[in-house]
């Protein structure tokens, strides 16, 4: 338990023993008031004893008894599990026992000893708070451990008063200060005590008075005219007893009825109440003791304080005043008063000497004893804090501060001391409650002395006879009591603003006001010239009681700034550096990056919690800051920088330090536009050169990460087995890990956070697009060409009918696919063909993605943050300012990826349309449709079959290449069609009343591609067809028509003529003429054939489906190629010519693809 709640926790206690006592509740209590009992020595378990046992006699001696026996241990809880008892510290961390010898107690009598000097205003390290107790006439001190709370009482700066010879506790002060208080109250005239007042209720008005104070609070009119209540307040304030305010009250009215018109000083107040009240007054011997004691003290405290030369003599009498068996035994009543009188003629003559005054017509003993008069005077401000929130002034403080204001004459105050005092007063209550309001009426009291025209004679006096002694360093220094007052709370302040950062990380609306109030207070203009230090730390820092002007003023307080930033980052700074290595164990990182991250959060609650603070006295506080935090990273990371190679730790340090370095270059500019000062000049720091140690580093890094990705991507590629990876999800997964090691690495690369060029940029780009090619080249390399899948052209045959059925006929020959090849087709499924066009288009779709991530990211680092700050030098160099050169690496490298994505995508397209129809459905369109009769193998049996891929198709592809994949499969489709015409075999031959059945066999599949306006655009389906309807229209013309349009093609042969592929078809193509030719039912096509071209007829063959698609070289296709045939309108010398080179190719069957 700290101090504070243990003198809290006092004074509740004795209290409610007080109203325990005086309720009732236990019969047989002394007559006398309750109060006069000396609570810390009576045992709270004994009382509750007497109420559970119905109210039983009291008796006092067997409670004391029992109080005694119980300190002796433990504190003990008893339940039913067991007893417990509570230790002063944990077991667990209290560790081992000391060695070291514990201290010797000192009694209260070792203060008589103790020299006259001042008390080092710096040395409150390790003091202990003392709590006084009542026994056998000896007044003992029991320490208490000192806590944080403690801390914070003990830390307030002594004002350097002469210090207390006869060791008055607080106790003693504020009931001696009440005393004073009545009697100054009494002597002004105003009555303190009635003899007509209505006998006062046994039960304790304590808690009543403090419980009507808080109703009042909210239904009481104005103040109240009554001194009675108004004394009565002060009571409560002061904490004092009613039965023993009652006896003072009494002693004092009748003394000032006595000596009217009389000016009281302590000495006779003292005096006075010694001879009046005597043991009978109090319930408790021991409390009576005590309360003689406490007056003497307070004679011997005035007595020694000035050079009398008899004192020895005064101390025995006073001695016998202390000592109970000879003052309440031994000695006569005639004897006590023989002693009184002559210690009455003693301060009688010590008040007359020549060389005290009179300030205000009162004692002269404030002059001797002002040390112990301030205190008393002290106490008494402290009353006009509610001891419920002590936070809080009571609502009476005004009334309460112009009574207190009697008491000026006899205790030496003076205007100018009392603004002084109760400015200490406020401050020092704020120091233990931390309330702002407490703070605010400081700071006014402190401007109040600092601007207020006091009389001078009286205040010149008080400078002169009230001097405090402060010491630093071993050098006293003389100050008058304002002044003690000042330094006293600019030491205070100067603590914390020294360091800031620690003591307002959490409460920083106070900084402000404690800035302002402490500048005021260090640059008072009241002072007598002296220097004092500023703080325990300060090595060359001062500051001027008396300045000149307000311009040296202001010079001081931003001289003042400048330290309390310089010192409290300096502060900082060591608290993160002692804990950065034990933190860097823990969390696994390097310490200079840590140590760089916690710089930035301290330059950022710099500059947007201190420094705008700061910055109105002191305008370049932020890049005072700014250079020390560089400065003091700088000297720890140059010997990191001197050997420096590519790892984790060299890369998170580089980064941390280039940001930091960032931060604190911006933080000052950014502060000096608001403030209109000037910006922050680069060339006053030696920055790092982060930029040149980590281009090479970054370097290594993105070519280490080029085989990382290649052999990841590989891997990937390598276990693809080509399935979508849900019906939502329609790519492979292969291409979702590419993508998300090729991000991750574009990630890294800016998380890195480390300076930039377009080199870096340029190896960034290259191996992504090295890592998305390679994994392009590797699906594309498993597709097949398409040429491939097309099935062997039959041989060229002359339609005739099958006259002998049992003849024995010629088979079409075919040849084997080839096994790499034909490996390749077993994979290639349209399932999984899709499956790569969807990820082909999920490609498409990152690719921007990526492109836009990497083109933001570079952004970020780029110009755009260096146009708002200056930058370090050299770093505009690595941060590409050319967006031109930027956007053509760009386009050189993400264009070309699309542009192969994009020829990849055609090309399985095709693929996919090609492989549906000239493979798949071989057997049921290309070998089935119109073989044998037209009628009889009619298109309207395939559709369903091909409306049932095409709807599966859809169902598995992207929506985004629906269209183009069904328009592949229409032109494949188309060109199956047109296969069939020109290609279908020796059972395909076509009538003139074929030819209308056969169009609407080409409608039916058109509109099957077009599905009502859902599926393709018609204009595109009619594209796709026109080579399709102008065949049928070759088929519907005369043999002669069409004979006389191949003699015509005939012209346009040429000797380098290569064969023309499917698709490439024209009606003045003489490949298609004799195909037209060799599949009409028609005796004049047959007849010209057979003359001309020797062609076999078509009954020779058996027409079996031929499932490998590559025939041997043609004999039409050598014809082609090495004969030149043109056909003239007259000449039969082409015709001619032409049948020669024919019949010298002519190997047996001919054949003409």
């Known amino acids: 338990?700290?101090?504070?709640?243990?003198?809290?926790?006092?004074?509740?206690?004795?209290?409610?023993?007080?109203?325990?006592?005086?309720?009732?509740?236990?019969?047989?209590?002394?007559?006398?008031?309750?109060?006069?009992?000396?609570?810390?020595?009576?045992?709270?378990?004994?009382?509750?004893?007497?109420?559970?046992?119905?109210?039983?006699?009291?008796?006092?001696?067997?409670?004391?008894?029992?109080?005694?026996?119980?300190?002796?241990?433990?504190?003990?809880?008893?339940?039913?599990?067991?007893?417990?008892?509570?230790?002063?510290?944990?077991?667990?961390?209290?560790?081992?026992?000391?060695?070291?010898?514990?201290?010797?107690?000192?009694?209260?009598?070792?203060?008589?000893?103790?020299?006259?000097?001042?008390?080092?205003?710096?040395?409150?390290?390790?003091?202990?708070?003392?709590?006084?107790?009542?026994?056998?006439?000896?007044?003992?001190?029991?320490?208490?451990?000192?806590?944080?709370?403690?801390?914070?009482?003990?830390?307030?700066?002594?004002?350097?008063?002469?210090?207390?010879?006869?060791?008055?506790?607080?106790?003693?002060?504020?009931?001696?200060?009440?005393?004073?208080?009545?009697?100054?109250?009494?002597?002004?005239?105003?009555?303190?005590?009635?003899?007509?007042?209505?006998?006062?209720?046994?039960?304790?008005?304590?808690?009543?008075?403090?419980?009507?104070?808080?109703?009042?609070?909210?239904?009481?009119?104005?103040?109240?005219?009554?001194?009675?209540?108004?004394?009565?307040?002060?009571?409560?304030?002061?904490?004092?007893?009613?039965?023993?305010?009652?006896?003072?009250?009494?002693?004092?009215?009748?003394?000032?009825?006595?000596?009217?018109?009389?000016?009281?000083?302590?000495?006779?107040?003292?005096?006075?109440?010694?001879?009046?009240?005597?043991?009978?007054?109090?319930?408790?011997?021991?409390?009576?003791?005590?309360?003689?004691?406490?007056?003497?003290?307070?004679?011997?405290?005035?007595?020694?304080?000035?050079?009398?030369?008899?004192?020895?003599?005064?101390?025995?009498?006073?001695?016998?005043i202390r000592n109970p068996e000879e003052w309440n035994i031994i000695m006569t009543p005639a004897e006590r008063s023989e002693v009184l009188l002559a210690i009455r003629q003693v301060a009688s003559l010590l008040s007359s000497m020549q060389g005290s005054s009179s300030i205000q017509g009162g004692s002269s003993y404030w002059n001797a004893g002002y040390h112990l008069n301030i205190r008393l005077y002290e106490k008494l401000l402290f009353g006009v804090f509610d001891i419920l929130d002590e936070g809080q002034l009571i609502e009476e403080h005004a009334e309460y501060l112009k009574l207190i204001k009697l008491t000026w004459a006899t205790l030496g105050i003076t205007q100018k001391m009392h603004d002084a005092l109760y400015g200490w007063v406020l401050f020092q209550q704020f120091i233990e409650t931390e309330e702002m309001l407490l703070l605010d009426q400081a700071n006014l009291q402190v401007q109040k002395v600092l601007s207020a025209n006091y009389d001078k004679g009286n205040e010149d006096h008080c400078k002169d006879n009230l001097m405090c002694m402060v010491v630093?360093?071993?050098?006293?220094?003389?100050?008058?009591?304002?002044?003690?007052?000042?330094?006293?709370?600019?030491?205070?302040?100067?603590?914390?603003?020294?360091?800031?950062?620690?003591?307002?990380?959490?409460?920083?609306?106070?900084?402000?006001?404690?800035?302002?109030?402490?500048?005021?207070?260090?640059?008072?203009?009241?002072?007598?010239?002296?220097?004092?230090?500023?703080?325990?730390?300060?090595?060359?820092?001062?500051?001027?009681?008396?300045?000149?002007?307000?311009?040296?003023?202001?010079?001081?307080?931003?001289?003042?700034?400048?330290?309390?930033?310089?010192?409290?980052?300096?502060?900082?700074?060591?608290?993160?550096?002692?804990?950065?290595?034990?933190?860097?164990?823990?969390?696994?990182?390097?310490?200079?990056?840590?140590?760089?991250?916690?710089?930035?959060?301290?330059?950022?609650?710099?500059?947007?919690?201190?420094?705008?603070?700061?910055?109105?006295?002191?305008?370049?506080?932020?890049m005072v800051v700014s250079r020390h935090l560089h400065q003091f990273y700088g000297k720890r990371l140059k010997p990191f920088l001197d050997d420096i190679s590519l790892s984790e730790d060299a890369i998170s340090v580089l980064s941390a330090a280039h940001h930091l370095e960032l931060d604190l270059i911006r933080s000052p500019n950014s502060e000096d536009e608001e403030n209109g000062v000037g910006s922050f000049s680069i060339n006053e720091i030696d920055f790092y050169q982060i930029h040149k140690i980590s281009r090479p580093i970054v370097l290594d890094w993105l070519i280490s990460q080029h085989e990382r990705m290649l052999e990841w991507t590989g891997r990937a590629f390598h276990l693809e087995v080509w399935e979508p990876l849900s019906n939502q999800q329609k790519q492979a997964a292969s291409v979702v890990e590419v993508f998300r090691i090729v991000e991750e690495t574009v990630d890294q690369l800016f998380r890195l956070s480390l300076p930039m060029d377009i080199s870096h940029l340029q190896a960034l780009l290259s191996i992504n697009f090295h890592a998305l090619d390679g994994y392009l080249l590797k699906l594309v390399s498993q597709l097949v060409e398409k040429h491939h899948l097309y099935p062997a052209a039959p041989p060229l045959t002359r339609y005739k009918e099958t006259m002998f059925p049992i003849v024995k006929k010629k088979v079409v020959e075919s040849v084997l696919l080839d096994e790499e090849v034909d490996e390749k087709l077993r994979g290639l499924t349209v399932n999984k063909l899709c499956v790569r066009l969807n990820t082909l288009q999920y490609m498409q779709k990152q690719i921007n993605i990526l492109e836009d991530g990497i083109k933001k990211s570079w952004a970020s680092m780029g110009p755009g943050n260096s146009r708002d700050c200056k930058e370090p030098p050299g770093t505009t160099d690595f941060i590409l300012t050319d967006s031109e050169s930027v956007d053509e690496l760009f386009v050189a490298t993400f264009d070309s990826i699309r542009d192969s994505v994009a020829d990849a995508i055609r090309k399985i397209c095709d693929l996919v349309g090609t492989k549906i129809i000239f493979w798949d459905l071989r057997d049921s369109f290309l070998?089935?449709?119109?073989?044998?009769?037209?009628?009889?193998?009619?298109?309207?049996?395939?559709?369903?079959?091909?409306?049932?891929?095409?709807?599966?198709?859809?169902?598995?592809?992207?929506?985004?290449?629906?269209?183009?994949?069904?328009?592949?499969?229409?032109?494949?489709?188309?060109?199956?069609?047109?296969?069939?015409?020109?290609?279908?075999?020796?059972?395909?031959?076509?009538?003139?009343?074929?030819?209308?059945?056969?169009?609407?066999?080409?409608?039916?599949?058109?509109?099957?591609?077009?599905?009502?306006?859902?599926?393709?655009?018609?204009?595109?389906?009619?594209?796709?067809?026109?080579?399709?309807?102008?065949?049928?229209?070759?088929?519907?013309?005369?043999?002669?028509?069409?004979?006389?349009?191949?003699?015509?093609?005939?012209?346009?042969?040429?000797?380098?003529?290569?064969?023309?592929?499917?698709?490439?078809?024209?009606?003045?193509?003489?490949?298609?003429?004799?195909?037209?030719?060799?599949?009409?039912?028609?005796?004049?096509?047959?007849k010209f054939l057979k003359l001309q071209y020797h062609l076999p007829a078509s009954s020779d063959y058996i027409d079996t489906p031929s499932f490998e698609p590559t025939p041997k070289s043609p004999i039409g296709a050598e014809f082609l190629k090495s004969a030149s045939a043109r056909w003239g309108e007259k000449g039969n010398s082409s015709f001619r010519l032409l049948k020669k080179r024919f019949q010298e190719v002519q190997g047996g069957s001919f054949r003409w693809s």
């Open 927 to 1086: 070998f089935r449709l119109y073989h044998g009769t037209v009628e009889g193998a009619r298109l309207e049996n395939l559709l369903p079959q091909l409306d049932s891929i095409l709807n599966h198709v859809c169902g598995l592809i992207d929506d985004a290449l629906r269209d183009m994949v069904v328009a592949s499969i229409c032109r494949a489709a188309l060109e199956g069609y047109v296969w069939v015409l020109l290609d279908g075999g020796p059972s395909c031959a076509f009538s003139d009343s074929d030819i209308t059945m056969m169009e609407d066999d080409l409608n039916m599949l058109k509109d099957l591609f077009v599905a009502d306006g859902e599926g393709l655009p018609r204009s595109l389906v009619e594209v796709e067809s026109k080579l399709a309807h102008q065949i049928l229209s070759l088929f519907s013309l005369d043999a002669e028509s069409v004979i006389h349009m191949l003699m015509m093609a005939s012209e346009y042969l040429s000797t380098g003529f290569e064969l023309r592929i499917s698709g490439q078809r024209s009606l003045d193509d003489a490949n298609t003429l004799i195909r037209v030719l060799c599949h009409k039912k028609d005796r004049e096509a047959s």
């Open 1 to 320: 338990m700290d101090s504070s709640l243990l003198q809290r926790y006092r004074h509740d206690r004795r209290n409610l023993l007080d109203f325990i006592l005086s309720s009732g509740l236990i019969s047989d209590v002394p007559t006398s008031s309750a109060s006069d009992f000396d609570f810390d020595a009576i045992s709270a378990d004994y009382v509750l004893e007497c109420i559970q046992s119905g109210g039983g006699a009291f008796d006092i001696s067997k409670a004391t008894m029992k109080h005694t026996d119980e300190s002796m241990f433990p504190t003990m809880i008893h339940s039913q599990s067991g007893d417990s008892f509570f230790l002063l510290s944990a077991p667990d961390s209290a560790g081992s026992p000391p060695r070291r010898v514990p201290p010797s107690v000192e009694t209260n009598r070792a203060h008589r000893d103790r020299p006259h000097m001042s008390t080092p205003p710096d040395s409150f390290t390790g003091l202990e708070a003392t709590i006084t107790g009542y026994d056998c006439g000896v007044n003992h001190s029991y320490t208490v451990p000192s806590s944080s709370n403690f801390a914070k009482k003990t830390d307030i700066p002594s004002l350097g008063l002469p210090a207390l010879r006869t060791g008055l506790s607080d106790d003693d002060l504020r009931e001696s200060a009440y005393e004073v208080l009545l009697s100054c109250i009494a002597f002004s005239g105003i009555a303190i005590h009635s003899l007509e007042n209505p006998k006062k209720d046994k039960g304790s008005r304590f808690l009543t008075g403090l419980k009507s104070r808080r109703d009042r609070r909210h239904h009481r009119s104005h103040s109240v005219e009554n001194h009675f209540e108004h004394i009565d307040t002060i009571r409560v304030q002061m904490q004092i007893s009613e039965a023993m305010d009652e006896c003072i009250r009494q002693r004092l009215m009748q003394f000032s009825m006595r000596k009217l018109h009389v000016q009281v000083d302590i000495p006779q107040i003292s005096i006075e109440l010694l001879s009046g009240i005597q043991q009978n007054d109090f319930l408790v011997e021991r409390s009576y003791t005590q309360w003689r004691k406490r007056q003497a003290n307070v004679l011997e405290e005035l007595f020694s304080s000035v050079s009398y030369p008899e004192m020895q003599e005064l101390g025995i009498l006073l001695d016998k």
């Open 472 to 622: 630093y360093n071993g050098t006293e220094t003389r100050l008058s009591l304002v002044q003690a007052i000042f330094r006293s709370i600019n030491v205070w302040c100067d603590r914390r603003l020294q360091d800031y950062h620690l003591h307002f990380s959490e409460k920083s609306s106070f900084f402000q006001r404690l800035v302002s109030m402490g500048l005021a207070v260090g640059t008072d203009n009241s002072g007598t010239g002296n220097k004092v230090k500023v703080g325990p730390s300060a090595k060359s820092f001062d500051f001027l009681f008396q300045l000149i002007n307000s311009d040296a003023i202001g010079e001081t307080a931003a001289f003042r700034v400048r330290v309390y930033v310089e010192r409290s980052v300096e502060a900082a700074c060591k608290r993160v550096e002692d804990a950065i290595n034990l933190i860097s164990k823990l969390e696994g990182k390097h310490p200079l990056a840590l140590l760089a991250s916690e710089l930035r959060m301290i330059n950022e609650r710099e500059r947007s919690l201190y420094s705008p603070v700061l910055c109105q006295w002191c305008p370049d506080a932020g």
